[in-house]
């Protein structure tokens, strides 16, 4: 089954994400660009968003793990071709049904890495799950997502962002390193994020 998606912006990430497959992104079959409208088909993941199953339960420190291990994978492929996803939240994973897999999904506000740039030319993702330095203050970069995952890490444990009450033990310890406000200070990439968890 296959989902045709239009949006205004730039298809980049999804034109490389054309080349590479990874069960926890969804298969992007096409991509068109006109005038500034982009139009991809990609697989339809057929499942329920993180978002609309935290409105009725938290998850365990045990399906958090392995959902956002699989998460992190997905990650590892997107920084990989030097994409940064700038969006990761509940609403843009999905748990597949039957097996419950977590699919990242929505590249709509990815961008690939500029190292020339000192900051990001267009102010993009979710209050609440954005890093600091997505408002302006650096280039967004692989660790940008390390922040947002931290954030999600501790939604789906206690339903609430770190500052309002952070999440436990050592799950809660690893949401703090992620969500540094000095990018330098998280973990340097999704591997070494997976290791911790």
């Known amino acids: ?3 045709l998606r239009q949006f ?5 990430v999804y034109r490389k994400l054309l080349d590479h497959s990874c069960p926890y992104l969804p298969t992007v079959f096409e991509v068109a660009e ?12 057929e499942g329920d968003s993180m978002g609309l199953l935290l409105q009725d339960a938290l998850f365990s420190p045990e399906e958090t793990r392995k959902i956002v291990s699989q998460v992190c994978q997905a990650l590892w492929v997107l920084h990989s071709i030097g994409a940064v ?4 939240k509940p609403e843009n994973i999905l748990l597949r049904a039957g097996d419950g897999g977590a699919v990242l999904i929505d590249f709509d506000a990815a961008r690939l890495h500029k190292p020339e740039h000192e900051n990001d030319t267009q102010i993009l993702g979710t209050t609440g799950f954005a890093a600091p330095e997505q408002y302006g203050l650096s280039q967004s970069d692989i660790r940008t997502d390390i922040y947002s995952t931290g954030i999600l890490i501790n939604v789906m444990l206690t339903g609430e962002h770190p500052s309002k009450k952070l999440a436990k033990g050592r799950l809660g310890r690893v949401v703090d390193r992620c969500t540094h406000v000095n990018p330098q200070r998280r973990y340097k990439d999704a591997l070494r994020l997976m290791e911790a968890l």
Not at 85 to 88: K, N
Request: no cysteine; glycine share 8%; proline share 0%.
């Open 8 to 12: 205004t912006g730039n298809a980049e």
């Open 34 to 45: 006109q005038d500034g409208t982009a139009v991809v088909l990609e697989e339809f993941v």
């Open 1 to 3: 089954m296959f989902i």
């Open 85 to 88: 996803h700038r969006d990761v």
